[in-house]
DNA sequence: GCCTAATAAATTGCATACAATTAAATTACA
DNA sequence: TGTAATTTAATTGTATGCAATTTATTAGGC
């Protein structure tokens, strides 16, 4: 494939990347918005259902965020009684992140959601860990993992 | 892999794309800032420089975006000179998008980007081309394209 | 101990995204 | 032919994202 062909919108990996993630995102958004939740909403949760107790900071470099884009997504969770945040007694620069009684209990009825998403289509297991090892592979070679 | 295993961030696929999407604009922002541009301003003239004159419904298509998003970036790709927008003669439903001189002058200047963002990785031309060919397939496979 | 550097969140400003609605134009069809 | 349905952009409202700055707190060097 040459310079020019490479520059097609078809062939930019960025592009692919960009395209599907809005598509998944746009199949989540109906099965999340039956709890309330956005996608961002939802991974933040998934990130604190693996590990709870954890600093705004962590989070963010978890799903690669900053504080300009997590403190107010934690404050609508704060106000629809997910989360709580606190300064760290410790280190009062810090803000500690934890779930509520009702943020744990939202787990169970969250768990089918990306099952259901798959059900329907024709991807298997196989396809999905396939592509995200490839994934993985690729940041690390980009630099950016 | 068991049920509990895959609700986990790291083996989220979506997750997979929505980071790397992000990570990669990163990596574009500086290097398209050069040229006053943004990552989606970027792909819009992409589009354009494939095909020209087509209306704010087909570049829509193209670049799954809406007219909400649309409609205010194209107004400021038109105030920065680099394309017009015009209503249609024959059908004055739709807005036709063409490249000014000064759009069309953009490409050979904007061409190098791809190649200085993967010049420094150790990423190859056939890591980049197979990982995009799966994207494509798996988009096939969830309906999505 | 004091002052400076470093760190963590929050805030501000700008640019997307997208659902839902509105407005204008065209099409379909009774 | 006249009107309802459809189509295309634009608008409105809400939710991210992120760079840059600000504020508060802590760490480090002397």
């Known amino acids: 494939m040459d310079r020019r062909e490479l520059l097609k919108l078809d062939n930019q990996l960025c592009f692919a990347f960009y ?24 991974i933040t949760l998934l990130a604190l259902w693996e590990k709870d107790g954890i600093t705004v900071k962590e989070l963010g470099s978890r799903l690669f965020l900053d504080s300009g884009t997590l403190t107010p997504l934690l404050k609508k969770l704060e ?6 945040r606190n300064r760290d007694k410790s280190d009062e620069r810090n803000v500690i992140i934890e779930l509520t009684e009702q943020g744990r209990k939202l787990q169970q009825q969250v768990e089918e959601v ?7 289509t024709q991807v298997s297991i196989e396809d999905i860990t396939s592509l995200r090892e490839q994934i993985a592979k690729f940041m690390r070679k980009m630099g950016t993992k």
């Open 79 to 84: 106000a629809a009684g997910l989360i709580t």
């Open 19 to 42: 395209a599907c993630s809005k598509e998944m995102m746009k199949l989540y958004r109906p099965l999340l918005s039956e709890f309330g939740l956005t996608y961002t909403q939802y």
């Open 114 to 120: 990306p099952f259901n998403l798959y059900g329907k």
